[in-house]
């Protein structure tokens, strides 16, 4: 069952740049994690933050629609979305400071959410506070409640952050790269969690990640981004075995293999183009091994390649080309 709906989001910056996201359509079904991927630039934080109407002051969702559980989220009024914001759907940031409030414990903080949105007294709200710092692996919950965010390592403060983002009985969590400002072993731990409370809870997950091995471990669908555009859209075995897209194939290829040396390494040529930079036609052409002229330097459009698999490379759609997938190791 389908719980979140992107529809055809086109987001722009008024007046200076059109198109920084342009025709983005995917689905979060229930309990189920939707990976979205793609190398910096390419407009997953943009997409992801449109989603609870949390995008910068300048730039605005000019077309499209986003649904979550039959509710049309951009035509809701500020104080809706607040109401929806830790309420039935959970974020979780990358950087928890940027988050959390520094003048709060933590365990107010998380009671805080439970009073808004659930409308506890404070004492159950605290109880149920020190419950959910157990549940995301803080050592001495009891005590930690009483602590500020600063008292606190960087993974604490993320579990912290996931705490809040799952206190409210959430039905879906957007994580945008929770782990990128963490150390390698933290990072592990704390996708770990991530993954135990979604099968525990059911949730529906949309993670925003750079990670390939986060999104074979964890993930069960993929919206491949390039240039603002959705490149590719698959499952993850379909990603892995069976990519659709040079963009994608490109990307496993730079996914370094066990026992494989680093300067043998493939990474992609090239950079992502900014908005105003784009191509005209497929826009990741300059870069893309696969490309022929003149098929690729007209626009490609999004075409379905069988059951819940979609590109954007005319040449895969077509069956001109194959692309070779990777082995999951
Ligand atoms: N506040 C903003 N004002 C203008 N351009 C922005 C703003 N935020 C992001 N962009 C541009 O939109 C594009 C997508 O950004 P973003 O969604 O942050 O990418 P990603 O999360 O994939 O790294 C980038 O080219 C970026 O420069
Ligand atoms: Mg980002």
Redesign the pocket.
């Given at each position: 069952m389908t719980l979140l709906s992107v529809e055809g989001l086109t987001i722009d910056?008024p007046g200076r740049?059109p198109g920084?996201?342009e025709d983005v359509s995917f689905q979060v079904s229930k309990g189920r994690c939707t990976a979205l991927i793609?190398e910096?630039?390419?407009?997953?934080?943009?997409?992801s933050m449109s989603i609870l109407g949390l995008l910068?002051a300048?730039?605005r969702v000019t077309a499209g629609a986003v649904w979550f559980d039959g509710v049309d989220l951009l035509s809701c009024t500020p104080r809706q979305l607040r109401r929806i914001r830790g309420g039935p759907v959970g974020m979780v940031f990358q950087e928890p400071m940027s988050s959390l409030n520094p003048t709060m414990t933590v365990g107010d903080q998380i009671a805080e959410a439970r009073r808004l949105h659930l409308g506890e007294r404070r004492g159950v709200a605290l109880a149920r506070a020190r419950d959910l710092l157990e549940r995301v692996g803080i050592p001495n919950a009891a005590r930690r409640i009483g602590a500020y965010p600063h008292e606190m390592s960087g993974g604490m403060q993320q579990r912290v952050m996931i705490a809040a983002a799952i206190a409210c009985e959430p039905r879906l969590v957007i994580a945008d790269e929770p782990t990128t400002a963490l150390d390698v072993t933290i990072q592990a731990e704390i996708l770990a969690l991530l993954r135990d409370l979604q099968r525990d809870l059911d949730l529906a997950v949309l993670l925003?990640t750079h990670d390939l091995g986060v999104v074979a471990d964890f993930c069960d669908e993929v919206v491949v981004?390039y240039a603002?555009h959705i490149a590719e859209r698959t499952t993850v075995d379909r990603l892995f075995y069976d990519p659709g897209h040079p963009y994608s194939s490109a990307l496993l290829a730079a996914v370094p293999q066990s026992g494989q040396a680093r300067s043998r390494l493939t990474v992609i040529p090239g950079r992502v183009p900014?908005?105003g930079g784009f191509p005209a036609g497929c826009r990741f052409e300059p870069r893309c091994a696969h490309a022929v002229e003149p098929h690729c330097r007209e626009p490609q459009p999004d075409a379905p390649l069988g059951e819940g698999h979609r590109t954007r490379c005319g040449r895969v759609a077509s069956g001109d080309l194959t692309l070779k997938g990777a082995v999951r190791g």
């Open positions: 910056l740049q920084l996201v793609g910096s630039g390419c407009g997953k934080t943009l997409t910068p300048a730039v925003v981004m603002g900014s908005a």
